[in-house]
């Protein structure tokens, strides 16, 4: 979404600074360079494909033994881990992709 941009903004990047609402944390530094700090949410791009970790987490956590979960995008590669409880009708791995498709 377009933002206007803020008096301290057109200053720092110059007045005809177009400034959008991106989900992304950043600050202007000394010299009008603009450092991206990080997202303010949980979304990541893996592979060129956008992703929400919320919601690969609330998906394992509807697995059956699963009590906790945690993803994360490392590189270009999308990580999982559980706790698991209890015992496995089938491999552990087959039963959560078989959850996760």
């Known amino acids: 979404a377009f933002v206007a941009a803020t008096a ?3 200053a720092a990047l110059g007045r005809a600074a177009v400034v959008y609402r991106s989900g992304d944390w950043g ?7 603009l450092r991206v700090l990080g997202r303010s949410d949980q979304q990541v791009k893996v592979r060129g494909v956008r992703i929400e ?12 033994h699963i009590k906790e979960a945690a993803a994360r995008a490392l590189q270009d590669s ?13 491999e552990p791995s087959r039963e959560v992709r078989n ?3």
């Open 8 to 10: 301290g903004m057109q």
């Open 27 to 33: 600050r202007i530094e000394e010299g009008g360079i």
């Open 53 to 64: 970790l919320g919601e690969i987490q609330e998906a394992l956590m509807k697995v059956g």
């Open 78 to 90: 999308l990580w999982a881990v559980v706790l698991w409880a209890g015992s496995f009708a089938e």
């Open 99 to 101: 959850c996760l498709t």
